[in-house]
């Protein structure tokens, strides 16, 4: 196999090779486990089930399986045939469900009972021709060596997976990853994580689960609710790293902030564990310190990336000085890192800025506090976030684009500082423009996030003319929030005029980011 033409499944079978006996995957939920050799051996077999049962490279095949060991063996299976694997993730409602598969078309879904019984009151479920119980794949596939045949030849360029975005500002667009950009994902996030054949990983990111396989780490599977995160037991997560020594954990900051919540309330400290990665959405300075402290032996990593691209950043928090606390505290954004060095990044300018840099000649019609504002706009020089690279994705079956363009949009705003430090600003679609000035949600938010009776805030404006800041307390803070001095100081520095206590709205993914199409239905109310 050349190098410029290898694929996830080569890197998967080279690993089998090297550490045929070693543990790849241990499924805490359902307290089974596999060797490499296992896997390759039985997803083979998920193979040669699928080729008698006249399934073709290209097919597209629904897999709605609870996130397990079975799950893995049976995508891993599924992209040796070279058939791609449509990834609906465990959170979806059913109409959600049944819009991905009008848009997909699929040939096959592959679920439990109880999915494919429901899929009988769904249209476009209904439409598909080939429903399989995927414990009669494992039960009817007889694990045993078999030759694969070149028929389903596979290349770099082969179609392998289909997700879909979180759709936090609209519908979901659809990602199509071939296998060469699985293999060029996983070669990034090896180089920044750097896992290897003697980690242990913790992990609840099903993608960065299949990169894991392919550095020969162990991994297991946590014992948590992948469709429902925020409803983990954190109870049992804590028993789980305890008891089984965890030194390496990766979960999203929503079940994080629990776990921080549960140990102070009881006291633990997790000694075992040696680093923690988390992301997924924004990682405020607040949880990382949190982090520390429950994790005292810890280096705590904070990825910055989205499903296009992953990861963009890493921010080591050991290394964060006085000036970028301070920076934060005073508007400056969300302090994320260096970009990676396998990717190029640039800040491109928006329409809505370049106005603003225009008006610049005209400065004597506002007063003295608008120019100070716009000047330290244009002194940031913020932008949107555009990236290029092996894991970074050119374009969305859904979305029609420019085939030739090179950068990918992520929709995040964004500058680079003199160290060459990125920082975020929020999404492009929640920016503020009040008269001449431009408020960016991040840079508000993150100084509110330091203040502790602050669990989650969201910056927003009705009509264009009022900033208004909407700010869920932490449970055990029993005051109205505009009680709190620091809260009082933060709305005057940052000219907030009425701060509204409600529950915000968040993703269903890793409820951690603010839903954007929920929070306009919100504010429309105010």
């Known amino acids: 196999m050349k190098i410029d033409n290898m694929t996830i499944i080569d890197k998967i079978r080279e690993v089998k090779s090297k550490f045929p006996n070693k543990t790849a995957i241990i499924d805490l939920k359902n307290n089974t486990e596999a060797t490499f050799s296992q896997i390759d051996t039985q997803s083979e077999a998920v193979y040669n089930y699928l080729k008698k049962n006249n399934f073709s490279k290209g097919d597209k095949v629904v897999l709605f399986v609870p996130i397990s060991l079975k799950f893995y063996i049976i995508l891993i299976g599924i992209l040796k045939m070279g058939m791609q694997v449509v990834f609906i993730d465990p959170y979806a409602k059913i109409n959600h ?5 009008e848009m997909i078309s699929p040939n096959a879904i592959i679920g439990s009972k109880k999915v494919l019984f429901l899929g009988n009151f769904l249209k476009e479920i209904r439409k598909i021709p080939i429903k399989i119980d995927y414990k009669n794949i494992l039960k009817d596939s007889k694990y045993h060596e078999i030759e694969i045949s070149d028929d389903y030849e596979i290349s770099k360029d082969t179609p392998a997976l289909i997700s879909f975005t979180s759709g936090s500002t609209g519908f979901p667009k659809i990602i199509m990853r071939t296998h060469g950009f699985l293999l060029g994902q996983h070669n990034v996030l090896d180089k920044n994580i750097q896992f290897s054949e003697n980690t242990q990983a913790y992990s609840s990111f099903p993608m960065f689960l299949l990169s894991h396989i392919c550095t020969g780490t162990t991994t297991l599977i946590p014992d948590i609710n992948f469709g429902k995160p925020i409803k983990t037991d954190v109870k049992s997560v804590v ?9 390496n954990i990766i979960l999203p900051p929503s079940i994080l902030e629990n776990i921080v919540r549960f140990s102070k309330k009881n006291n633990i400290k997790l000694d075992c564990v040696q680093r923690v990665f988390t992301g997924g959405a924004p990682v405020f300075p607040k949880l990382m310190y949190n982090l520390l402290e429950i994790f005292p032996k810890s280096k705590v990593r904070a990825l910055y990336g989205a499903s296009e ?127 001449n000035s431009i408020y960016y949600p991040l840079s508000i938010e993150t100084a509110f996030s330091f203040c502790k009776e602050v669990k989650k805030c969201a910056l927003i404006s009705k009509n264009n003319e009022e900033l208004y ?58």
């Open 97 to 101: 469900i049944n819009k991905c598969c």
């Open 239 to 247: 028993k789980q790293i305890e008891s089984k020594n965890i030194e």
């Open 309 to 435: 691209v992953e990861p963009i950043s890493i921010f080591n928090f050991e290394t964060i000085t006085k000036k970028q606390i301070e920076s934060m505290k005073n508007g400056a954004g969300l302090f994320v890192g260096k970009k990676v060095d396998q990717i190029d990044l640039k800040i491109e300018r928006l329409e809505l800025e370049e106005n603003l840099k225009l008006n610049e000649k005209n400065l004597k019609k506002y007063s003295k506090s608008d120019f100070e504002k716009i000047q330290q706009i244009l002194k940031k020089s913020a932008g949107e976030i555009l990236v290029k690279g092996e894991n970074v994705l050119k374009n969305y079956l859904n979305v029609k684009s420019d085939p030739n363009k090179e950068w990918h949009e992520t929709g995040d705003m964004g500058y680079i500082n003199e160290n060459n430090e990125l920082f975020l600003l929020g999404r492009a679609k929640g920016r503020v423009k009040i008269k």
């Open 469 to 526: 800041m909407i700010i869920e307390k932490e449970d055990n803070y029993t005051r109205t929030i505009l009680e709190n001095k620091e809260i009082k100081k933060l709305c005057e520095k940052f000219n907030i005029s009425q701060v509204i206590e409600k529950k915000i709205p968040l993703d269903k993914r890793h409820n951690s980011k603010i839903d954007y199409n929920k929070l306009e239905k919100l504010i429309k109310k105010l």
